[in-house]
């Protein structure tokens, strides 16, 4: 089942700008994560954000998340070329019941393209 | 840094064929994940393991079973490969344990498989 849903689908700024990507889900969740994706380097995580915070920072990168809208978004700040890629949440969930239900789904990804 | 390692970057194989995909970590990680990666419809998990011969079903298990026999090994094994099974494979590695949410995920650098 398809959990976080981001938006928008694609994204093109000039560099310098900054980029602000949202996700969406539906169910509690434990923590959101965001990751990234370029040809040259695979899947990379970008930072992680748990269910009890609302904000959290990592060099360019700011991320939100508001638990009663069921939304996070993700802002790079002063974009460069090199941030050219797809950008995927990934909602990783635990529940208690029977032996215990594990879920972790991605969403389809923001392609942003950075403009030199 | 920690390194996931798949067997191969691509693959072909025919239809009816058994396929294995090796994937290795080396930072003694418990929990490993196999995805597959279409487009338009983003990762979707295939199957997890949270610790040696203990495997978890994820999103779409179906045509798929793994193994693992040791701790840094993970195998995802298509019995009798399908023309649908051509895609993108993604393996991945976290410490966290999955009832905390499962922590940030270190992902192989892929395995394209075409089944003709």
């Known amino acids: 089942s398809q959990q976080g849903e981001e938006d928008p689908q694609a994204l093109s700024i000039q560099e310098g700008e900054n980029a602000t990507m949202n996700c969406s889900y539906k169910t509690s969740i434990n923590n959101l994560q965001w990751y990234r994706q370029n040809s040259g380097r695979g899947l990379v995580h970008l930072i992680l954000?748990?269910?009890?915070?609302r904000e959290k920072h990592s060099g360019r990168l700011r991320v939100t998340l508001d638990t009663s809208k069921k939304s996070s978004s993700l802002l790079i700040t002063a974009s460069r070329a090199a941030d050219t890629a797809s950008y995927f949440c990934a909602t990783a969930s635990f529940s208690y019941s029977g032996a215990g239900s594990y879920q972790l789904t991605f969403g389809k990804g923001t392609k942003l393209s950075v403009i030199p | 840094d920690v390194k996931v390692t798949q067997s191969s970057r691509y693959l072909v194989k025919r239809t009816g064929e058994k396929v294995f995909l090796e994937c290795v970590q080396d930072m003694d990680h418990e929990n490993m994940f196999w995805y597959r990666q279409d487009p338009g419809l983003g990762l979707r998990l295939i199957y997890f393991?949270?610790?040696?011969?203990?495997?978890e079903k994820g999103d779409i298990p179906e045509g798929y079973s793994v193994s693992r026999e040791k701790k840094e090994r993970f195998s995802l094994i298509l019995e009798s490969a399908s023309t649908n099974q051509t895609s993108m494979y993604l393996c991945?590695?976290?410490?966290?344990?999955?009832?905390?949410?499962?922590?940030?995920?270190?992902f192989g650098p892929g395995t394209r498989l075409t089944v003709t």
């Open positions: 954000i748990r269910s009890n915070e």
């Open positions: 991945a590695s976290s410490l966290s344990p999955l009832l905390a949410g499962g922590g940030e995920q270190y």
């Open positions: 393991s949270y610790d040696v011969k203990m495997k």
